[in-house]
């Protein structure tokens, strides 16, 4: 089956520092990744899509300065959290979409924590 | 409005019976695609189950079925014999549009506890 990964699975980080969040489609090659943000207890919400060689779209209230995009690969998409604040602090799930199908495949998330 | 509405915050179930989480949805667009995820307490998202608009019959997966009513614009998720590794949160989804790279809407999640 479809595998996606994500990289770090939890990270702790200080105000004001940046963290950087890949996602891999570990067996298939996927034009599209999508970003999610969870707060506790909450949805997932869209931030932003990500398209392989081409710039990011990002949702409605989404800073795109603040997290960048980057789809450089078939198989590979980053975010980078820039300047984190402890509002920041979220769980980030990446999915990723095959070049084949319809169907998104999730990778396990990210939990981060600004301190 | 919400695109996604799923009334019930939390679920109880006895082991071996079957439930049902409700979800109604909001679209204009007459193509659109419907589904269900299943997040344990880890994270994942795990996929369960898809309904496209056009389709005829209702989707079954498994123990999974989604009784689809297209009128009332519900989606409802049916698990039948619950075990106890059903317990999760369960997420109702809905994608405006039949195309993969469409933006996919989630409800805020029924949590399901599964009692022996």
């Known amino acids: 089956g479809a595998v996606v990964s994500q990289h770090p699975s939890r990270v702790i980080c200080k105000s004001g520092t940046s963290v950087k969040i890949e996602c891999r489609s570990l067996d298939f090659q996927a034009t599209t990744m999508f970003w999610y943000r969870q707060f506790p207890k909450q949805s997932l919400m869209l931030m932003a899509t990500s398209n392989e060689g081409s710039k990011a779209t990002y949702e409605q209230g989404v800073e795109k300065d603040k997290f960048l995009i980057n789809h450089a690969s078939l198989t590979l998409s980053t975010l980078t959290v820039t300047s984190a604040h402890p509002e920041d602090s979220s769980f980030y799930i990446c999915?990723?979409?095959?070049?084949?199908?319809?169907?998104?495949?999730f990778g396990p998330g990210t939990r981060l924590t600004v301190l | 409005a919400q695109k996604i509405t799923q009334t019930q915050p939390g679920m109880f179930v006895q082991e071996k019976e079957a439930v049902t989480l409700d979800c109604t949805y909001d679209?204009?667009?007459?193509?659109?695609?419907l589904f269900w995820y299943k997040q344990p307490s880890s994270g994942e998202m795990i996929f369960l189950i898809y309904?496209?608009?056009?389709?005829?019959q209702n989707a079954t997966e498994g123990r999974y079925s989604l009784n689809f009513q297209k009128a009332r614009k519900s989606a409802n998720l049916v698990i039948s014999a619950s075990q106890l590794g059903d317990s999760a949160m369960y997420f109702c989804?809905?994608?405006?549009?039949?195309?993969?790279?469409?933006?996919?809407?989630f409800g805020i999640g029924t949590k399901l506890q599964v009692i022996p």
């Open positions: 679209t204009s667009d007459p193509s659109y695609g």
């Open positions: 989804a809905m994608r405006e549009g039949l195309e993969g790279y469409q933006k996919v809407t």
């Open positions: 309904q496209g608009s056009y389709d005829q």
């Open positions: 999915s990723a979409l095959p070049t084949s199908t319809d169907e998104q495949f």
